[in-house]
């Protein structure tokens, strides 16, 4: 795929919130970066911090237009974000600026990623990227107590770096050779190279963190199937009827009828429909009693459970949690993806959300997670999701309010020994927080993903940054198109000398990845690759030039 040309050496983004200000701190505090900002208005929001940081241009303009982006020089620009909260806006903007640069670098944040998905294709060069999918990632690993995110979750999937011998060799993508020194490269090894030790990237399967196999504990497995029963909803009074009905027919049986009439008295019985006869023996009265009764309970039981499955979509209870859990706040988008990426990874997770028609809750319910509708401030509802014995707590609502007055009372319930994990819009105050609770970790999500965004705008293609150690590692969207070099390349020939990978290969044609492509595989025009490399690796997919002959 050849590489647009540099013309110029400035970067441009667009917007005035925390994101594009975390972008444009990014840029030129860590790469150097010559940038300019559009904002509408230098005096609001954020575009007081945008105006004080060294070494960016603010333009002001009453919206993103051409002439916007003419004061901007956006026809010698090497790349352009859209950051701002209207998807539709940042799309038409995107096509306004390519008009004046064709190949200008584009990266789009995106709310509905649905439209996202389908914007790469109206554009040369376009990233599309989404502020909660990247921030979601840290959040997991703050809840997990590590120092610094080292998974991400891609098309669908939780990538993780972890020791080679935590995970099975079927799990695992590729291996990791980190060097002590920082400016050492990584070196990316197929699974078959790998010893006995080291990191590894693998694919996360839900395996749960316990030991209790079904495998080597079949005996133990078996019996807590038979106590999940026992606790579900209507599991413990189906079993008193199913008892008493078996009991009724044994003693018609016992009292010498035919197993037919057996059936068809029961039944009747059942059905309120018993003929009394004083002259009948002992076991057939109290069978008549049993059976009467049974069915008379039986009714109002099949309409609650027909009324409950209409009203919740499910004719079980929720799940119990166990303890050993995480508790996630919040099943907006941000809520969702951290619950995914726990039960990804084989933790424990309940959901509590006030509102039943969030979008996390229909997910959660068919992971089989618990959840807990109500306010999640509330005693009563930390407490029913199981707070005595989390292991950690996630705040993660759409409300800065929310978020910290949940974390203040589980805090003055539980003490410092549950670690909570804090998102907040507002950076100053998630600082603050932090210093002030030593049990927190307060995150903000424009931070978070700030850093994926600047490395799209300098990179092509790339979705995600995945941090190994001192290292980081880039994550791109390859595209195989009809000019591209790497067409005809085996894929085995693109990853020699270790500083790429293929993670996952869509053929031609093909809408969803396989996460086992074989390395004899010719790419062909139309191919798209999920590409893991460094960054003197990455080029070899992304720029004109052909790569390096490989050496028998």
Not at 258 to 267: C, E, F
Request: charged fraction near 20%; hydrophobic fraction near 45%; aromatic fraction near 4%.
């Amino acid at each position: 795929m050849p590489v647009p040309p540099t013309t110029g050496i400035h970067l441009v983004v667009c917007g005035d919130n925390p994101l594009a200000y975390r972008i444009a701190m990014e840029l030129t505090t860590t790469y150097g970066e010559t940038v300019t900002v559009i904002v509408a208005d230098r005096l609001k929001n954020h575009g007081p911090r945008i105006s004080a940081l060294p070494g960016v241009t603010v333009i002001e303009g009453p919206g993103l237009t051409s002439e916007a982006f003419t004061a901007a020089d956006i026809a010698t620009a090497r790349a352009l974000a859209l950051v701002g909260a209207d998807d539709l806006g940042n799309f038409h903007a995107a096509l306004r600026a390519q008009d004046l640069n064709p190949d200008l670098r584009l990266v789009v944040a995106a709310y509905n990623r649905r439209l996202g998905d389908h914007l790469t294709g109206f554009f040369r060069d376009c990233t599309v990227l989404s502020r909660s999918q990247l921030a979601a990632p840290a959040l997991v690993a703050a809840a997990l107590g590590e120092i610094a995110p080292s998974l991400v979750r891609l098309s669908g999937r939780t990538l993780f770096v972890a020791k080679r011998g935590d995970r099975q060799a079927g799990q695992v993508l590729c291996g990791l050779a980190v060097p002590d020194d920082p400016a050492g490269t990584v070196q990316l090894l197929a699974p078959d190279d790998l010893d006995g030790s080291g990191l590894v990237l693998a694919v996360a399967d839900g395996t749960p963190r316990d030991p209790l196999t079904r495998q080597r504990y079949p005996v133990r497995n078996a019996l807590r199937m038979a106590m999940r029963l026992l606790w579900n909803k209507f599991g413990l009074t189906f079993g008193v009827l199913l008892a008493l009905a078996l009991a009724g027919f044994s003693l018609l049986a016992a009292a010498g009828h035919a197993p037919a009439d057996v059936i068809y008295l029961g039944i009747m019985d059942m059905t309120g429909s018993a003929l009394t006869n004083q002259a009948d023996a002992g076991p057939e009265k109290v069978a008549q009693v049993l059976l009467t009764v049974d069915g008379m309970a039986l009714l109002p039981l099949v309409t609650a459970i027909i009324v409950g499955a209409r009203l919740t979509g499910t004719v079980r209870g929720e799940p119990r949690q166990h303890g050993g859990h995480v508790i996630v706040v919040g099943a907006g988008d941000i809520g969702t993806r951290v619950a995914g990426g726990l039960h990804d990874l084989g933790f424990d997770v309940v959901v509590v959300d006030r509102d039943a028609r969030a979008r996390g809750v229909p997910l959660a319910r068919r992971l089989g997670l618990p959840v807990v509708l109500g306010d999640a401030p509330s005693e009563g509802t930390l407490s029913q999701a199981g707070l005595d014995s989390a292991i950690a707590l996630v705040c993660a609502t759409s409300s800065d309010m929310i978020n910290l007055e949940t974390t203040l009372q589980a805090s003055a319930l539980r003490g410092n020994d549950l670690r909570i994990v804090l998102r907040l819009f507002d950076e100053d105050l998630a600082q603050r927080v932090s210093k002030t609770l030593g049990n927190v970790v307060s995150q903000s999500v424009s931070s978070l993903a700030a850093p994926a965004f600047a490395a799209a705008m300098l990179e092509h293609k790339v979705l995600r940054t995945i941090a190994v150690g001192r290292h980081v590692l880039l994550i791109a969207d390859v595209r195989v198109d009809a000019d591209a070099d790497v067409a005809g390349w085996f894929i085995d020939d693109l990853e020699r000398g270790g500083v790429a990978r293929v993670l996952a290969l869509a053929e031609r044609g093909a809408s969803r990845f396989g996460w086992a492509p074989p390395r004899d595989r010719r790419l062909v025009t139309g191919d798209r690759l999920i590409v893991l490399a460094t960054r003197a690796g990455l080029p070899a997919f992304l720029s004109g030039n052909r790569p390096p002959v490989a050496t028998p």
